[in-house]
């Protein structure tokens, strides 16, 4: 059992074989029948009859080849110890959803996939694009999963299961919620979004990452979002973090909703660190939040090695595909509230290497 692994936590399950073989046969079935379920008529975007959707990247295309060793990057798999989850990904599937029509795909996002659109801090657009691309990479999840552990749920006697089910289907309405803000903010109807970090870097990092993460804490631990609130009607707002490698050089970028006064002292405390630190913040959050983060294969041996590294990426509650809104059974409702909110505060998190620093930079 390793270090600092407890109930919130992904279990670093290593499998033989055969078992892997049959665990990735059950899993790739299951997944490819609730994908057939929940699979729009329409595409999300421009209201267009379609059949079949474009695979869309949720991070430009360029981040990703900036990073990869022959066609591949590696997943959170390695970091995790764990063998049932793929650590070698091709470009072709790292991070792809299948919600919107070629056109919108080429269209829509053309500024965005665009390195020069990066120059200078982002307008209310692109951070509208960013986040339209994140909502709807989750969305395409949540709506799966939700589809996926109801299927499980009448198949199999187990309560999680079907608590699950509900637990995303609670996530897909958020989702939902974000997508529409985020739409009126790409096409520029609205000042939707706060910038709190932008930084061009003068070299290429290591990791790449477009996500939205839902914190529970800020840096000392007050809370920002109850994900242990069950009422549907709660509301969560999400934290957008990006680190987007491009061949020379490397940008970061950071934003929130600006109608929302939850994130003021998580605001003030990444104010007053130093540059550096302000990066490796986002970088813990990234690594503990979210499974949309992927690594150069250059640094295999770092995220392989550091105690720290696996540490974060095994808190990823979002991997077991379970929102923490679930009751959980055997810690209590409230317990598991408190353990979450010790253990998520950022200064209780392990000490990791900064991965965006120039120590690290590729080439
Ligand atoms: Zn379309």
């Not at 078992?19 to 299951?30: I, Q």
């Not at 609130?229 to 509301?235: C, G, I, N």
């Not at 696996?310 to 059974?329: E, F, H, K, Q, Y």
Request: glycine content about 6%.
């Amino acid at each position: 059992m390793p270090r600092n692994y407890n109930a919130l936590d992904i279990p670093p399950i290593l499998v033989g074989s055969e078992m892997r073989a049959k665990m990735g046969k059950f899993n790739s079935l299951e997944r490819r029948k609730a994908e057939q379920q929940v699979k729009p008529d329409h595409c999300l975007l421009c209201g267009e009859p379609q059949t079949s959707f474009c695979n869309s990247h949720t991070l430009p295309a360029f981040c990703l080849e900036s990073i990869a060793e022959n066609g591949h990057v590696l997943s959170t798999a390695d970091a995790i110890g764990t063998n049932i989850v793929e650590s070698s990904i091709g470009l072709n599937r790292a991070g792809t959803f299948r919600l919107v029509c070629r056109k919108c795909d080429n269209e829509f996002f053309k500024e965005y996939e665009s390195r020069s659109s990066y120059g200078r801090s982002p307008t209310q657009q692109i951070l509208g694009k960013i986040a339209v691309k994140c909502c709807l990479s989750e969305l395409a999840k949540s709506r799966r999963d939700s589809a996926m552990y109801g299927n499980l749920a009448e198949e199999y006697p187990v309560a999680r299961l079907s608590v699950t089910a509900n637990a995303r289907d609670l996530s897909a309405h958020d989702d939902e919620r974000n997508l529409r803000k985020a739409l009126l903010a790409a096409s520029g109807g609205n000042r939707t979004y706060k910038l709190f970090l932008f930084r061009r870097l003068e070299y290429v990092t290591p990791v790449a990452f477009q996500t939205m993460v839902t914190p529970i804490v800020d840096l000392e631990g007050k809370l920002i979002n109850n994900l242990f609130d069950p009422e549907p009607t709660a509301v969560v707002e999400p934290l957008f973090l990006c680190c987007f490698p491009m061949g020379d050089c490397s940008v970061v970028i950071s934003f929130r909703h600006r109608r929302t006064a939850r994130f003021d002292s998580f605001d003030r405390q990444i104010s007053s660190l130093a540059e550096e630190d302000k990066l490796l913040v986002l970088l813990k959050l990234v690594l503990a939040y979210s499974d949309e983060v992927f690594f150069a294969p250059a640094i295999g041996n770092v995220i392989r090695n550091e105690a720290g590294i696996g540490a974060l990426c095994r808190m990823n509650i979002d991997s077991l595909g379970v929102r923490p809104r679930t009751p959980n059974r055997q810690l209590g409702l409230l317990a598991i509230r408190e353990a979450a909110m010790s253990k998520y505060a950022l200064k209780a998190m392990p000490d990791i290497p900064n991965l965006l620093s120039p120590d690290y930079s590729l080439g």
